[in-house]
């Protein structure tokens, strides 16, 4: 089993998808498998991609499907994941080279307190990005932990109030070496009023603790207010 499934989902990243896979096929730590799946891009990712599978990475597994969305394509790279961790990182983002190995660092304290969600970056209420955080497979599994294959935006939402309704052990790590890069056309910033509507829907579905959907509404509408 290797230590780490890190799981990149494409669509039309060509303006960033070399920088992104050149920093993640060039990690320190080489316990680790790349999944790629590459979602129906119509740009010149697909080929950039190609010309990675054709160098015989031998972490590398490329899938390719019609565009499907972001959470299809999360949702089956967690199907294909055999690693002990899941790392997410988006195609428009980069990371340091021994990114993996500064997460390896900080396994064993995540074994002695048995802890299923390594929080990287800011408290657990506050993040829902998927890069935020490192999640162990087998809790994933058990719980049927997947993105809303329905929602084209703000999915990571939904899934991290289903993560932390599931009362997950965690411990938090400030932990540096992922670069994200802010786009102003960017899903959440570019959603239509039909996504919006669905997300403040299904807040109020989720199984996750009243003072969390509380305090994530506020955030989001302090969010769309800006």
């Known amino acids: 089993m290797k230590t780490f499934s890190v799981i990149l989902p494409v669509y039309n ?34 080929v950039i991609l190609d010309a990675f599978d054709e160098a015989d990475i031998k972490q590398l597994t490329l899938i390719r499907q019609s565009n499907k969305g972001q959470s299809v394509a999360r949702n089956r790279a967690i199907e294909a994941a055999k690693g002990e961790w899941i ?82 052990h ?7 070496g992922y670069h994200y890069n802010t786009h102003a056309d960017s899903n959440s910033r570019a959603a239509d009023r039909q996504s919006r509507r669905l997300l403040l829907h299904r807040l109020w579905q989720t199984p996750a603790p009243l003072w969390l959907r509380l305090y994530t509404w506020i955030r989001i509408l302090t969010y769309w207010a800006l």
């Open 170 to 176: 965690h411990m938090s790590k400030a932990t540096n």
């Open 13 to 46: 990243a060509e303006t960033d998808i070399a920088l992104c896979m050149t920093s993640l096929t060039r990690q320190t730590f080489t316990d680790y498998e790349l999944i790629v799946v590459d979602d129906g891009s119509t740009d010149r990712s697909g």
């Open 87 to 168: 790392v997410f990182v988006d195609a428009d983002d980069y990371v340091d080279t021994d990114y993996l190995q500064r997460i390896a660092d900080i396994l064993p304290q995540a074994d002695e307190h048995k802890a299923d969600v390594l929080q990287l970056y800011k408290p657990f209420y506050h993040a829902t990005a998927p890069w935020t955080r490192v999640l162990r497979r087998s809790f994933v599994m058990a719980h049927q932990l997947r993105f809303p294959i329905d929602m084209r935006a703000y999915e990571d939402i939904i899934f991290s109030l289903h993560l932390w309704a599931t009362h997950p």
